[in-house]
């Protein structure tokens, strides 16, 4: 792997990566049981000159800013190296997000160049917000079909031959201090929270997270989660290119697909949310469970030998022999899974672990990349998020008597702000730490254990960030005094990260009464929320709800107010 | 051949029995995500229960950004 603390940018990190590997297999791309693309690094580097020539023709210049809004495919790498190659500042943004979002995202970004596909650009083409970004000056449209209209936008396969100029595009170095990404964490109902990442974040990050888990030629990690995750774009871009692994990008995400690839391209790594994790879990369960009474008591009784045999430390060859139905089913080559996202529940990262599948469990943030700490299976602990990697300093803030406190993280790896937010920056980042805003306290042995949130939000199985001020404007001109939204666990904290769920607290008109009519109206607000965002119950609160003088709630107070009540006695379920 | 029109409603009781939703209950501009309360995986199996029906190939990525059934039974048109 390349010695990361060399280089002063991604871009320069990159571009060596690409010459020192020329001849590995870097990235394939296939869709369903085709394969479309099997690229060396070699010819990886001559797919993305031509983009950063183009994008250079059309004005790119350095610390110019290009979104990327794609689903996991090779051209999405290609862009972002061809972005860094020019000295830009890549935008990833999630491609579930609705047009709306995407505009509003595109402009909040300044973003002056959008690569996206023909599938997603028929959406945002004709969304009416498109005028309001007035920045967007070049948009790339990958798969677009002959003949349709780009209304405006440039065909990828065409860009090569629009410039003027011929040969090498300039390479532009940066320095590790210059900004690298714009991140959006989430608020994109509300306060886009933009995490502002330097070429220093990424390489710190990168250099600490490879110690525990490498990556070598040879080796292949599936891409499953979008790339603009923060772990993907880490450990399915960034992490193998400068190890000289490769990355296979599958077009479908249907589980049988899915399946298949571990075995047909003898999977390394992979990285899940919670939900997939336990969705795998269950298959697995399921398909034990339907093993005949014999078969089955052979298995558990190979499971436990594992287990026994793997306490201190996994042993992946030993696992693979004992069970070696279940490892030939992931290929036969895995080497761990990273699950991350959301807090994932104990009980599923020992299921795994016992079967000889060792499961990388971490926490971090947008804010510091991807990474804090990340379990490093010496021995393996369910029921912590692991030692603080190499060059972390995790420490907790005011613990109570069981040690429990807010998380406040110091490292190479965190953000530099918020893009266009002094005032969220200087509440995040207090001198030079990071405020996590959730509770935690280090065990005995030295590894993190997470208890609870002290932010008023909650992160879903899908690693999906929840604040609720982003889904109040459901509910608004709701035919009573006030509202608002809030996370039952930040009001009543439970010291868990799992179950979380949102309430909405109203405040009713004098001699108003919570009627039948009044909750089918609620619930049918509710259901227009997608299903990861909706609140699960109505509280009834009998006073104004506590305000600043500009009036906005003081959900802090508010909070503490109704902590007092017996949340079981008040919260009527939808 | 299918009309849009057939196509749409085949694609609305596919979904209703699938996810057992009340049979009319489920409406052409309705957001699937919403009115079924699915996830993406769950949106996933909907879209492997429509191509063994239709015997099409209807890859993820031409459904991104895809929430309604009529634009979906569009997708399903065009390929039918």
Redesign the interface.
């Known amino acids: 792997m390349l010695d990361l603390s060399k280089y002063q940018s991604m871009g320069a990190a990159l571009k060596d990566a690409v010459e020192v590997f020329a001849s590995e297999v870097c990235l394939i791309e296939a869709d369903r049981e085709r394969e479309n693309h099997r690229l060396t690094y070699r010819q990886f580097r001559d797919a993305a000159m031509p983009v950063a020539r183009a994008l250079q023709d059309f004005g790119f210049g350095a610390t110019d800013r290009a979104a990327i809004v794609m689903t996991n495919q090779s051209k999405w790498l290609i862009a972002a190296y061809a972005i860094f190659y020019g000295g830009g500042v890549l935008v990833p943004l999630d491609h579930k997000l609705t047009a709306g979002e995407h505009w509003q995202l595109l402009k909040h970004s300044g973003a002056r160049v959008l690569v996206t596909e023909y599938p997603i650009w028929r959406q945002l083409s004709v969304a009416s917000e498109r005028s309001e970004a007035h920045g967007l000056q070049t948009i790339v449209v990958t798969e677009a079909p002959p003949n349709v209209d780009l209304a405006g936008a440039l065909r990828w396969e065409n860009i090569s031959t629009i410039g003027n100029s011929t040969g090498d595009p300039q390479f532009r170095l940066r320095t590790r201090s210059d900004l690298a990404t714009v991140v959006y964490s989430s608020g994109t109902g509300g306060r886009p929270k933009g995490c502002m990442l330097t070429h220093e974040n990424y390489l710190e990050q990168c250099a600490a997270l490879t110690s525990l888990y490498p990556f070598a030629p040879g080796m292949r990690y599936l891409s499953i989660l979008p790339t603009n995750h923060a772990i993907d774009f880490m450990v399915g871009f960034f992490g193998p290119f400068t190890c000289g692994a490769a990355v296979v990008h599958l077009r479908t995400l249907r589980p049988e697909f899915v399946r298949e690839a571990f075995v047909k391209y003898k999977i390394t790594y992979v990285s899940l949310v919670p939900l997939v994790l336990k969705n795998l879990q269950k298959g697995l369960q399921a398909r034990f469970e339907a093993l005949a009474p014999g078969k089955r008591k052979i298995f558990s009784v190979l499971v436990a030998v594992n287990k026994a045999l793997t306490h201190s430390r996994p042993r992946l060859g030993l696992s693979r022999r004992l069970l070696k139905q279940v490892h030939q089913a992931f290929g036969g080559e895995l080497r761990a899974i990273i699950v991350g996202g959301a807090f994932t529940e104990p009980e599923t990262l020992q299921y795994f672990y016992d079967l000889g599948i060792p499961v990388a469990n971490g926490y971090g943030l947008t804010e510091t990349v991807v990474a804090v700490t990340v379990n490093n299976l010496k021995p393996f602990r369910a029921d912590t998020v692991g030692k603080p990697l190499p060059g972390m300093e995790v420490r907790i803030i005011n613990p109570d008597a069981a040690g429990i406190g807010e998380v406040k993280v110091r490292s190479k790896t965190v953000m530099s702000g918020y893009l266009n937010d002094p005032e969220l920056t200087a509440e995040t980042i207090v001198d030079g730490w990071l405020l996590t805003g959730d509770l935690g306290r280090f065990d005995a042995s030295g590894d993190l254990q997470l208890l609870g949130r002290k932010k008023n939000m909650i992160v879903t199985e899908e690693g999906k960030n929840i604040y609720p001020e982003d889904v109040e404007s459901v509910f608004e001109s709701l035919a009573v005094k006030e509202f608002c939204v809030m996370a039952a666990n930040y009001v009543w904290p439970q010291q868990t990260m799992v179950g979380e769920q949102l309430i909405l607290v109203l405040h009713l008109e004098p001699g108003q009464t919570l009627t039948e009519g009044l909750c089918a109206e609620i619930t049918a607000r509710n259901n227009r929320l997608l299903n990861y965002k909706r609140v699960h119950g109505v509280l009834v609160m009998d006073e104004d709800f506590p305000r600043t003088a500009s009036m906005k709630i003081k959900r802090n107070v508010l909070a503490e107010k109704l902590s007092k009540l017996a949340r079981n006695g008040v919260v009527v379920k939808l | 051949m299918r009309t849009l029109e057939q196509t749409t409603q085949e694609v609305l009781e596919l979904a209703s029995k699938h996810f057992q939703a009340a049979p009319g209950s489920l409406a052409p501009d309705d957001?699937f995500?919403?009115?079924l309360?699915?996830?993406?995986?769950q949106a996933?199996e909907l879209?492997?229960r429509l191509e063994n029906h239709f015997s099409i190939?209807l890859?993820?990525?031409?459904?991104?950004?895809?929430s309604d059934f009529r634009t979906l039974a569009a997708r399903i048109q065009s390929r039918l």
């Open positions: 957001d995500f919403k009115k309360g699915i996830n993406s995986l996933l879209l492997s190939e890859p993820d990525y031409e459904v991104q950004g895809v």
